[in-house]
């Protein structure tokens, strides 16, 4: 009825007036325009993502870093950075996004992109020695994807530059079971091998003995 209309008008005239009083609108507003602006792409990576399609790497460069130096936890961007690196052989770029790129697609459980994101790295840049911390990245990520490639690379990579990296032991375990699944017996045997002469104190070692015994 039109009472009811303009009763309900009325109801909202001064719900509105109530809100404007008490700030509340203000602050509705606010949180709106938070929400949307969530949602906006930061103009740094816009800027580098304009200039890698005109191929124009120097720009797109210029835009990641000052996006990283601002967000250095910006999934996209750290990836991009990666990616133009890896195009470009840029050692020192690679190494410095590398890990971080790694860890950010960890972080949001995307594992098996880790692993390929590391093998077309290795395939582009075999003479690259990647660190530590990325190794271990892999390492992680291929045991909970099961990645057999990149788990085994990323071994063969610890083992000849970063022998003392505390995730071998463990990433050798899993590299042995991989194989041995594989119907690899042999190479699956010098996995367990390794683990017993390089790291004889950790605990995958007694393991690692149970099973040659096992296979004996």
């Not at 949307?36 to 816009?46: D, M």
């Not at 690379?153 to 042995?176: E, F, I, M, N, S």
Request: hydrophobic letters at 45%; proline letters at 5%; glycine letters at 6%.
């Amino acid at each position: 009825s039109y009472s009811a209309h303009v009763g309900g008008f009325a109801m909202g005239a001064a719900t509105a007036l109530a809100l404007r009083k008490s700030g509340l609108d203000q602050r509705f507003d606010a949180e709106a325009e938070a929400e949307v602006t969530a949602f906006q792409e930061a103009p740094e990576f816009v800027d580098a993502t304009v200039a890698a399609e005109r191929n124009d790497v120097a720009a797109a460069e210029r835009s990641l870093d000052a996006l990283l130096a601002k967000d250095p936890a910006h999934h996209e961007g750290r990836i991009l950075a990666l990616r133009l690196a890896s195009q470009r052989h840029d050692a020192a770029r690679i190494q410095a996004n590398l890990a971080p790129a790694l860890e950010l697609l960890a972080a949001r459980k995307e594992f098996a992109s880790v692993s390929t994101t590391w093998v077309d790295l290795r395939r582009h840049n075999p003479e690259l020695v990647p660190d530590e911390r990325a190794v271990r990245a892999v390492l992680s990520a291929a045991r909970r994807h099961e990645a057999p490639g990149a788990l085994v690379d990323a071994v063969q990579v610890g083992l000849r530059h970063h022998p003392k990296l505390d995730a071998l032991p463990g990433a050798l375990w899993a590299c042995g079971e991989v194989l041995e699944r594989a119907g690899r017996h042999d190479e699956a045997r010098k996995a367990f091998e390794r683990i017993v002469g390089s790291y004889p104190l950790d605990p995958f070692a007694e393991r690692a003995k149970e099973r040659l015994a096992v296979d004996s």
